[in-house]
């Protein structure tokens, strides 16, 4: 069974130019979870997405958006890159949102350099 | 406002030793889940166990026991016979009922010493 995959693993982009992430979760789940993970502010939640819906936002500026695909892919996007950008980018995937007791598998993360 | 505090930032552990990394937390949600995840260098979580706030029993998996005092919102992991390969950073993290997202701790990074 595969895991949860993340494109690229690696990316340098410069300031100001945007990013496209993406996210393919296990096959059958439908959430799917973007975290940021910077050394100074830790894990931080920046969106869920269920069939395609936003259900949850974090809190981060409208740099940052996302979107769910019928096939419960998932990609996020930030515009206008800055410097404090730069983390590694986690994608999570859940087969039941609704319930407590589930989890998230994570992807490797893209791991996102701005220059 | 719900929060994870980890408060050792590293720590040692001899090879074959078992080692207890703390977690408290905080919510006033009834209902909620506790995890603990592993990161090793190369960035990837991997689930390691999970404690529901209603649970009875503590949570165990393999080597992995959490030692779950609701009254004192501690959630502590506890690694039995350490071995090298745990050597990684450990996150605690909450997910409240209502929410769909989990609230991590700072981590801990643990090294396990030959």
């Known amino acids: 069974k595969a895991g949860v995959t993340q494109t690229p693993r690696y990316l340098i982009k410069t300031r100001g130019q945007q990013v496209t992430l993406s996210c393919s979760p296990i096959s059958g789940h439908r959430s799917v979870s973007w975290y940021q993970q910077t050394p100074g502010q830790g894990l931080q939640f920046l969106f869920e997405?269920?069939?395609?819906?936003?259900?949850n936002k974090g809190n981060f500026p409208g740099r940052f958006s996302g979107r769910q695909f019928s096939n419960s892919r998932s990609e996020m996007n930030v515009s206008t890159l800055e410097l404090g950008d730069s983390a590694l980018y986690l994608c999570?995937?859940?087969?039941?949102?609704?319930?407590?007791?589930?989890?998230?598998?994570f992807g490797s993360g893209t791991r996102l350099t701005v220059v | 406002a719900q929060k994870i505090t980890q408060t050792q930032p590293g720590m040692f552990v001899q090879e074959k030793e078992a080692v207890t990394l703390d977690c408290t937390y905080d919510?006033?949600?009834?209902?909620?889940?506790l995890f603990w995840y592993k990161q090793p260098s190369s960035g990837e979580m991997i689930f390691l166990i999970y404690q529901g706030s209603y649970d009875q029993q503590n949570a165990t998996e393999g080597r992995y026991s959490l030692n779950f005092q609701k009254a004192r919102k501690s959630a502590n992991l506890v690694i039995s016979a350490s071995q090298l390969g745990d050597s990684a950073m450990y996150f605690c993290?909450?997910?409240?009922?209502?929410?769909?997202?989990?609230?991590f701790g700072q981590g801990t990074e643990l090294s396990v010493k030959p």
């Open positions: 919510t006033s949600d009834p209902s909620y889940g």
């Open positions: 999570a995937s859940s087969s039941n949102p609704g319930q407590v007791n589930y989890g998230y598998t």
């Open positions: 993290a909450m997910r409240e009922d209502q929410g769909g997202k989990l609230i």
């Open positions: 997405y269920f069939s395609e819906t936003q259900r």
